[in-house]
C-alpha cells in the first residue's frame, strides 16, 4: 500500500482549472520528485496535499485513509509536513522559535529533543543562530529553517517544494545531500524542483507535470534519459 | 475697530500646568492603565485577524455591566460609601473581576461567532468586515440602551479613596494604586503568555504568516477565538478598574469615548505591538490631562487625537511599530 496516493485530483482557483484529474502515489521510503515547467502545478499539488487547498475532485489518500476533507492542521498530526514555496520562515521568531514552530502539535519531549540534535547535526549554522531572528536570516539560512523545520515533526512524509530556490551551486548541492540522508534515515519525501537533473538524479521516481496535468512518470533514471525530458528541462538539445 | 479683542479662543496656562504636573502624572497612568488594558484587545485582533474590532468598546461595558449588578447583587447600595472590613472588600474585588472578565471574555468570543466567523468562511472583504464591526458596536450599545434606558446607573462604590502616600507633593490613592499594580500586572502575564508559551507561539505565527502557521498545525479559529478571549477577559478587569475610579460611568455608552481612546492608545505604541499597547496606554492617559490643565478641560480630547496625528506622522508604525506581526519584540 502507498504511503500516498492522488486519485484524479482536481484543483481550481475561482474558475481557473490549475489541477486536472492528477493521479499518483508516494511508496514508503521513496523520494519521489515532480517536475514541470512555472505554472504547471507543482505548488498547487503540494498545497492540495497538505490541505491549504480544497479539491474539486477525485482523492487524497494518505496511509489508507481518505483525508481529502480532513482540516490541515491535522493532517499535519497524522505525518504530513511541507517546506513552503517561498520558504515561509516566520520573519518575528528566532531560528529556535520556528523550529519549535515545526513540533507544535507534538508532546513527546523526549524525542523532540533528539529531533533538535538531529536538525543541528544536519544544519550546524542553525545551531549557531538560534536565537536570530527569522527575517534577518540570508536566503539560503531561511531554507535550512524551513527544511528543518518541517523535520521538527517527525513527518511520515516530508514535502519539500523548491528546496534549492534562490541558493548557490554548491548550496543546492548541501541541500540534495542532505535531503538524501533524511531519506536514508527513514522518512518518505515528495521533491518539488525546477532543478530537474538533481531532483531526478536523487529520486527513486519521477512525475512530469504539464499545464496541470502528469503526462510522464518513471524511475528517476528512465526521465533523466528520456529524450524530450532531455530537451524540455535539462537544457539539453 | 469694531469689536474690542475678546477673549482669544486658546490659552496656555502654564501655571496650572505647572501647578497640577505631578497630580497629573498620576491621574494619568491610573487612568492609563485602562486604555492600556482595552489596546491590548484591539491590538491582539489586528495582529491576528487585521481587524479593527470596534465592537471591543462593547465589549468593555458589558462587563463593566456585569460588575455593577455583581456589587448590586452583592448589596452595594447607591450613597455613601459601603462600610466593608477589608477582606470583604478583596473578596468582593475578586468576585466582581471573575464577574467581568467571565462576561466580557464570553461576550468577545460570541461576537466572533456570530459577527467575524460567517464572513471568514465566506472570504468577505476587509470593508465588510469593517461595517460589521461598527454595526456589531451599535446594536451591543443600543441593546444596553433600550433595557437600561439612557441615564446612568446609581453609582456604587465599593473603596472610598484615600491617600497612600504623595509624589512630588501629588496625592497617590488606594483606588490609583491599586489600579495601576494590577493592570501592570495583567499586561505582563499576557505579553509572557503570548511570547514564552506554546499557544502565545501559535498566535504569533498566525500573526505572521496565517498560511504556514496552518502547515505547522496550528488551528487559526481556535487562535482567532483564542485572541478574542484574551481581549475580552483584560477588557473586564479594565471595567473594574473603570468602576473603582468612575462609579458613575455605567452607561450604555460609556464605551464610546473610552474605547476609542483605548484604539488611539493602541494605535500610538504600534498597533499589533502589545507592549506598544502599554506605553501608548500610560502616554495618552498622562497627555490628555496635561492639555486639559494647560489649554482647558474641553481640550483634553483634542490634545488626545493631536498627540496621535503627530506621532504618526514622524513614525507611520506606531511608537515601538508593529511587533506582533513584524519584528520582536
Ligand atoms: N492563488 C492563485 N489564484 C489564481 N491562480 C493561481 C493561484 N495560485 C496558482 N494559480 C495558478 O495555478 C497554476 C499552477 O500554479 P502553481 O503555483 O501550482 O505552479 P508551479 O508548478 O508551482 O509553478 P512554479 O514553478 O512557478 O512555482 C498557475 O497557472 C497559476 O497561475
Ligand atoms: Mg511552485
Known amino acids: 500500500m502507498a504511503l500516498l496516493e492522488l486519485n484524479k485530483m482536481c484543483v481550481h482557483y475561482g474558475r481557473i482549472q490549475a489541477l486536472s484529474d492528477i493521479t499518483l502515489h508516494v511508496e514508503e521510503g521513496e523520494i519521489v520528485s515532480l517536475i514541470g515547467a512555472n505554472g504547471a502545478g507543482k505548488t498547487t499539488t503540494m498545497r492540495a496535499v497538505s490541505g491549504i487547498r480544497p479539491l474539486s475532485g477525485g482523492s487524497v489518500v494518505f496511509d489508507g485513509q481518505d483525508i481529502s476533507k480532513l482540516r490541515a492542521d491535522l493532517r499535519v498530526v497524522r505525518g504530513i509536513s511541507q517546506s513552503p514555496e517561498g520558504r515561509g520562515v516566520f520573519p518575528g521568531m528566532t531560528v529556535l522559535e520556528n523550529l519549535e514552530m515545526g513540533c507544535y502539535t507534538r508532546k513527546d519531549r523526549a524525542a523532540i529533543a533528539e529531533d533538535f540534535e538531529r536538525v543541528f547535526d544536519l544544519f550546524p549554522r542553525l545551531a549557531e543562530r538560534k536565537s536570530q531572528v527569522g527575517g534577518t536570516m540570508s536566503g539560503g539560512e531561511q531554507q535550512m529553517v524551513a527544511i528543518g523545520r518541517a523535520l521538527m515533526a517527525r513527518p511520515r512524509l516530508l514535502l519539500l517544494d523548491e528546496p534549492s530556490m534562490g541558493l548557490a551551486p554548491q548550496f543546492i548541492q548541501q541541500i540534495f545531500r542532505i535531503v538524501k540522508e533524511i531519506n536514508e534515515q527513514g522518512t518518505t519525501v515528495l521533491l518539488v524542483e525546477q532543478n530537474a537533473q538533481q531532483a531526478l538524479s536523487r529520486a527513486h521516481r519521477g512525475y512530469v507535470l504539464e499545464t496541470g496535468r502528469v503526462v510522464k512518470t518513471g524511475t528517476g533514471a528512465e526521465l533523466l534519459a528520456d529524450p524530450s525530458i532531455k530537451e524540455a528541462y535539462l537544457g539539453v538539445a | ?329
Do not use: C
Open chain 2, 1 to 329: 475697530m469694531l469689536a474690542q479683542a475678546e477673549d482669544s479662543w486658546i490659552d496656555f496656562n502654564v501655571g496650572l500646568f505647572l501647578d497640577q504636573f505631578w497630580s497629573n502624572t498620576v491621574d494619568g497612568l491610573a487612568y492609563g492603565s485602562i486604555y492600556a488594558l482595552i489596546a491590548l484587545g484591539y491590538t491582539l485582533v489586528y495582529g491576528v485577524l487585521r481587524l479593527i474590532n470596534f465592537a471591543h468598546s462593547e465589549i468593555f461595558i458589558t462587563g463593566a455591566f456585569g460588575a455593577y449588578f455583581a456589587m448590586e447583587a452583592l448589596g452595594l447600595k447607591p450613597g455613601p460609601t459601603a462600610r466593608l472590613g477589608i477582606l470583604e472588600i478583596i473578596g468582593f474585588l475578586l468576585l466582581m473581576m471573575a464577574v467581568a472578565m467571565i462576561i466580557s471574555g464570553v461576550s468577545a468570543v460570541v461576537l466572533e461567532r456570530v459577527a467575524y466567523r460567517p464572513l471568514r468562511k465566506r472570504n468577505a472583504p476587509t470593508l465588510v468586515f469593517l461595517i460589521t464591526a461598527v454595526g456589531a458596536s451599535f446594536v451591543i450599545q443600543q441593546l444596553f440602551f433600550v433595557s437600561r434606558g439612557a441615564n446612568p446607573e446609581p453609582a456604587l462604590r465599593l473603596i472610598r479613596p484615600t491617600e497612600v502616600f504623595t509624589v512630588f507633593g501629588a496625592r497617590v490613592t488606594n483606588i490609583q494604586l491599586l489600579v495601576f499594580v494590577a493592570a501592570l500586572l495583567l499586561l505582563v502575564v499576557a505579553d509572557q503568555f503570548i511570547n514564552r508559551s506554546r499557544l502565545g507561539r501559535g498566535v504569533r505565527a498566525v500573526a505572521q504568516d496565517p498560511v504556514t502557521a496552518t502547515l505547522m498545525g496550528v488551528n487559526r479559529e481556535r487562535v482567532i477565538m483564542l485572541t478574542f478571549l484574551i481581549g475580552g477577559v483584560l477588557a473586564g478587569a479594565a471595567a473594574v478598574f473603570y468602576l473603582l475610579q468612575i462609579p458613575q460611568g455605567v452607561v450604555y455608552n460609556g464605551g464610546f469615548l473610552l474605547g476609542i481612546k483605548a484604539f488611539t492608545a493602541a494605535v500610538l505604541g504600534g498597533i499589533g505591538n502589545l507592549r506598544g499597547a502599554l506605553l501608548g496606554g500610560l502616554l495618552l492617559g498622562v497627555v490628555e490631562n496635561y492639555g486639559q490643565s494647560l489649554l482647558g478641560g474641553e481640550w483634553r480630547d483634542i490634545v488626545a487625537f493631536v498627540l496621535l496625528i503627530v506621532i504618526l506622522m514622524f513614525r507611520p508604525t506606531g511608537i515601538l511599530g508593529e511587533s506582533l506581526g513584524k519584528a520582536r519584540v
